[in-house]
């Protein structure tokens, strides 16, 4: 597709459980953040992929979180043994470099909403 | 470390009237500053941006300036329209970094016909 896709749009889990959120960036786009939205916040940056790694994980909050990218195209964001505060909008953005002189210019999907019961 | 603080929203306004949202911001050297606005139902998308001081940046009627001596980035539209109702992110990037943004907590504009 022509933009960033995320699937699922929506997620309601159960307390203690697992789960999985799919990213698939702009083809070609070789930059992928996630970001995590709570309500009445601004997105908060989780993750940098730059191809296949993980450049920069610093805003993961714990090693509950976990991001791969095994292509360097597609990207799944997991969370074990899911509590009530990861519920949230998990927002996924891509860029055609990361190092590209702060264009600023990051394609976002629509994001995951996340709700733990 | 880098912050952004936006005015609290919403702004209620009527089809015509001019708009200001504040933005300033803490950041260590000379970030680029951007303002991303989110319509209802589709995702964030960059409005305009600015990368040095007293640059201006301006898109759909919108404009904010770079001003380093205030460390702000406001946004203004002489007129706006119904169909510019959304919520308007202002943020930064390290000039250091990857492109990550750092988001302020977003303005909600209502705009009544």
């Known amino acids: 597709g022509a933009g960033v896709s995320q699937t699922p749009s929506n997620k309601v889990t159960e307390k203690g459980k697992y789960v999985e959120l799919r990213c698939d960036p702009i083809?070609?786009?070789?930059?992928l953040y996630w970001y995590r939205q709570s309500l009445g916040q601004g997105p908060e940056f989780l993750i940098y992929f730059q191809g296949t790694g993980a450049a920069d994980d610093s805003g993961l909050p714990n090693d509950r979180f976990f991001a791969v990218r095994p292509e360097g195209s597609v990207s799944t964001l997991k969370i074990q043994r899911t509590e009530r505060g990861d519920s949230a909008v998990y927002l996924c953005?891509?860029?055609?470099?990361?190092?590209?002189?702060?264009?600023?210019?990051?394609?976002f999907g629509e994001g995951s909403r996340l709700t733990v019961l | 470390g880098d912050s952004v603080t936006q005015m609290e929203g919403p702004v209620t306004l009527s089809e015509e009237a001019f708009l200001t949202i504040n933005c300033t911001y803490t950041a260590t050297g000379y970030p680029s500053l951007f303002w991303y606005v989110q319509y209802p139902g589709e995702g964030l998308q960059l409005l305009l941006k600015?990368?040095?001081?007293?640059d201006k940046g301006s898109n759909k009627g919108f404009e904010a300036t770079y001003r380093k001596e205030t460390t702000s980035f406001h946004l203004e539209k002489g007129s706006v329209q119904v169909s510019d109702s959304a919520v308007y992110f202002c943020a930064l990037s390290d000039p250091s970094g990857y492109s990550t943004l750092t988001f302020g907590k977003g303005t909600m504009l209502l705009v009544s016909p």
């Open positions: 600015a990368t040095k001081a007293d």
């Open positions: 953005a891509s860029s055609l470099t990361g190092t590209s002189g702060n264009t600023g210019e990051l394609f």
């Open positions: 083809s070609g786009h070789t930059a």
